[in-house]
């Protein structure tokens, strides 16, 4: 029993729509909705909570729920280590507030009867790194011992702060549930429906045009542009442009509503409201500061920030009212806060004050940082090497319960701000080269902020690309700064990855490893899986380049843009013809998981001990009990369907997947035809012969003439590559386990994802002329198809170069990806 053939079903299973379906999908008492600013976490908890509501008045349930904003957790910052308070006193005392006239808080956790909503994780206030830490402790050991099973809790985060997990090794599990980006046919969807007069102009400017489809991929961002459309019908490109638009609409309501503020000299003065009345812009973030507010607003946010500073990451700032109207500095502080709260820059509830939404107090204080940019490389200054981060990898992976994916490391808090920063400073080119001393990551996110505007000069892109390959590839450099560098690399443009334009569009021509004709040893007498032995010698009879790395989602990109999938003459045999016109597209997939259910009811004891033996996670054991041994056969081929698309597909199935689908990270989700259909496409591109490799020829180009075990060596090491070991927990951007290299520099060979041959399944000894490399095979249209290499959710023994596994040709998931081979010329 192969644990790499169990379906990952709640991967499908959770793609909801409701809050409400995830709670009554996973056993957890407590989960954490993580999602990208703006991406709607705290709508979603305030819909959860209206509807829990509602359920309760029309069933007379007996629960309740408390919403509560953790950006309101005590500090103060002169002893912030004596001012955390115990979660649950605090707590009690928020009920208290809101409810006094319902049961004592306590003793409804303990009758098991509460929805707990917790906003905001990453604007907690702390005093610094350290004190966050404990404070994130005592809201672990609140889930521990303060909160009851049957109780149910949700936390919502910033994606890219959730650095510090709620989950407790060995004895507490917090889910992670992200909120996925919108879809190109939801946001078509979305202007047609809330802005009909502009939705064809503006879904014409934003169709494919990538970086408008991701900015307008938050619902946040678009309805700021649905606002705007109204007043200028221009698609805004970037994010400073969309809230400089709505500060002009919320100034111009203020006037023409007559409010006293606006039409008498004070925050603003008769040269603001001119440049408002006529809208008299001189660029994208123009606002009129001849009086106070607008610069004042910024300086507030600024300080608000920068008082914080790395103690706070920038995080949302709430404070009393008294102490946000010191930090204005100004005599007219009271009336610049009514101003502020006027146009729904600023809220204050209960004499605590904010801005509205942590992304407006970004982008007002990124108004201030564009003024004095030197100050960037002080506030957004990080560590990447490994023997300085902190904690170190070895020290988090050793915190992460067995299914926690690896987090990203701890921001600075800047990041957004310097992001929204760039486009707004007088010299963006150098706005980014002084980041990049102190945070390349980050600069080179500055970079391409700008550089589709023309403001980020070539030679600093390039300079960026270039030291972004350097540190990707740095195994001085943190796992998690090498990661970060390839991801953003993977936005700039890879230039390892060669764009050519050939007879059918775009291409990007992918970096070559040679490996000569010779006699390789095959296979292993290990006897850790039979169908790899015995270990005997193969001949490759001609030299052969393999791809230094597996297809990459930006490789995969150019072929949908050319429409590969609608063009036939790439799909070149009868069993892929069928299945590019969405015929049996989902039942093989589909008996191959009723025979690995067969299995598993067969041997149910291998559960547990897979799960002993590291092999699966404590997930995925009480997936497969419910799965494969509790469901029925009928609710089982239910979940197959639910889990197996039918019918025409046109993208790969993680396509719109944000943990799958970064340009950097290699392919999954495709099967067997649709590899073949790339090479085919390729080869005609660049007029060389592209194709899948021959299961042999992989081990050869991995194992080398030495026959190695692993592509390094004899020894296993978790640091060289991305398997169950390592603890990522999904496929990482392709290259950045320089350890995992062969002598040839071919990486990610073992483990990431399992990467599809062109070789039927058969036992060995390996022949070619025995029709295993023959697609035409009438005999064999449809059968399994050799995979090799091992992925993210195997371990050491699949990663192995002599390990050989298969699927169904027409299997697609979130482990499978396939690299090219080029074997002579076609011109």
């Not at 936390?155 to 989950?167: A, G, K, Q």
């Not at 879809?183 to 939705?199: G, K, N, V, Y």
């Not at 004899?714 to 386990?737: I, L, M, Y």
């Amino acid at each position: 029993m192969r644990s790499e053939h169990a379906l990952q079903f709640h991967e499908q299973a959770l793609d909801r729509l409701d809050l409400r379906e995830v709670l009554g999908a996973i056993p957890e008492r407590a989960m954490v909705l993580l999602g990208a600013p703006g991406c709607g976490k705290s709508t979603l908890l305030r819909r959860l909570q209206l509807d829990d509501a509602r359920e309760r008045l029309a069933d007379g349930g007996d629960t309740v729920s408390l919403f509560v904003s953790l950006g309101a957790y005590p500090l103060d910052k002169k002893a912030p280590e004596k001012n955390a308070p115990r979660p649950l006193d605090w707590l009690q005392a928020q009920w208290h507030r809101l409810a006094p006239d319902l049961p004592d808080l306590e003793a409804l956790l303990k009758e098991r009867r509460v929805l707990l909503l917790l906003d905001a994780l990453n604007e907690m206030p702390h005093g610094s790194v350290d004190d966050f830490r404990d404070r994130v402790e005592k809201w672990r050991c609140f889930l521990r011992d303060d909160f009851p099973p049957g109780n149910r809790a949700v936390f919502s985060c910033r994606s890219l702060d959730y650095s510090e997990e709620l989950s407790i090794k060995d004895d507490l599990q917090v889910r992670q549930v992200l909120v996925k980006p919108l879809t190109s046919e939801q946001i078509e969807e979305f202007l047609r429906l809330h802005s009909p007069e502009h939705a064809a102009g503006a879904w014409g400017e934003i169709r494919g045009n990538e970086r408008l489809l991701e900015l307008y991929s938050t619902p946040y961002f678009l309805k700021l542009l649905v606002d705007q459309l109204a007043y200028d019908p221009r698609v805004a490109n970037e994010r400073a442009a969309l809230f400089t638009g709505f500060v002009r609409r919320a100034l111009e309501r203020e006037i023409a509503g007559r409010n006293p503020l606006f039409v008498q000299d004070g925050v603003i003065d008769d040269s603001d409201r001119e440049q408002i009345a006529q809208r008299d812009w001189q660029h994208a973030y123009d606002l009129p500061v001849s009086g106070p507010l607008v610069s004042q607003l910024g300086l507030l946010a600024y300080r608000m920030q920068e008082q914080f500073g790395r103690s706070s990451d920038g995080k949302q700032v709430m404070m009393p009212r008294k102490q946000l109207l010191d930090l204005f500095e100004h005599p007219q502080a009271n009336d610049l806060l009514k101003a502020g709260k006027a146009l729904a820059l600023l809220d204050e509830e209960h004499r605590i004050a904010r801005f509205c939404h942590q992304l407006l107090q970004e982008y007002f204080a990124a108004r201030q940082l564009a003024k004095q940019p030197a100050d960037v490389a002080r506030l957004a200054h990080t560590e990447w090497r490994a023997d300085r981060v902190k904690p170190s990898l070895a020290d988090k992976v050793a915190t992460l319960l067995d299914f926690e994916p690896l987090p990203p490391l701890t921001p600075t808090g800047w990041e957004e701000t310097a992001v929204l920063a760039v486009g707004m400073a007088a010299e963006p080119d150098g706005f980014a080269r002084g980041l990049a001393e102190v945070n390349l990551v980050l600069a080179a996110r500055c970079a391409a902020a700008v550089r589709t505007t023309g403001r980020a000069k070539p030679d600093t892109v390039e300079m960026l690309k270039a030291r972004l390959v350097t540190r990707s590839r740095d195994p001085d450099a943190d796992l998690r700064a090498r990661i970060s560098a390839a991801r953003v690399l993977g936005e700039l443009g890879d230039p390892r990855f060669e764009r050519h334009t050939g007879p059918h569009g775009d291409y990007l021509l992918p970096p070559l490893v040679p490996v000569e004709a010779d006699t390789y040893r095959i296979g292993s007498d290990e006897g850790l899986y039979a169908n790899e032995a015995p270990a005997h010698p193969v001949p490759i009879a001609t030299d052969f380049s393999i791809g230094q790395f597996p297809v990459t989602n930006a490789e995969w990109q150019l072929f949908m843009d050319a429409g590969g999938y609608q063009d036939e003459r790439w799909w070149d045999t009868v069993a892929s013809k069928r299945w590019r016109r969405g015929e049996d597209t989902a039942e093989g997939p589909k008996q191959q998981q009723r025979d690995f259910r067969r299995d598993v009811r067969a041997k149910r004891e291998q559960i547990g001990s897979l799960l002993k033996a590291g092999k699966i996670t404590s997930t995925d054991a009480q997936s497969w009990t419910l799965w494969y041994l509790e469901m029925s056969g009928a609710e089982f081929d239910a979940l197959l369907d639910q889990s197996f698309a039918s019918g025409v597909q046109r993208r790969p199935r993680y396509w719109d997947d944000p943990t799958y689908s970064h340009r950097s990270q290699p392919l999954v989700g495709i099967c067997w035809h649709e590899a073949r259909a790339y090479c085919a496409w390729l080869s005609a591109q660049a007029e060389q012969c592209y194709r899948l490799p021959s299961e042999a020829e992989w081990e050869a180009a991995a194992g080398g003439l030495e026959g190695r075990r692993y592509s390094w060596g004899k020894d296993f090491d978790a640091a060289r590559c991305n398997t169950s070991e390592t603890h990522v927990r999904g496929t990482t951007p392709v290259g950045v386990f320089p350890g995992g290299d062969t002598h040839d520099r071919a990486a990610d060979l073992n483990g990431s994802v399992w990467e599809w041959t062109g070789s039927l399944l058969r036992p060995y000894p390996y022949v070619a002329a025995d029709g295993r490399e023959n697609p035409e095979n009438p005999e064999n249209a449809d059968g399994r198809r050799v995979v090799r290499g091992g992925s993210w959710r195997n371990d050491r023994d699949v990663a192995r170069c002599a390990c050989r596994d298969s699927f169904d040709p027409d299997f697609r998931f979130n482990f499978l990806g396939f690299r090219v081979v080029c074997v002579s010329p076609i011109r």
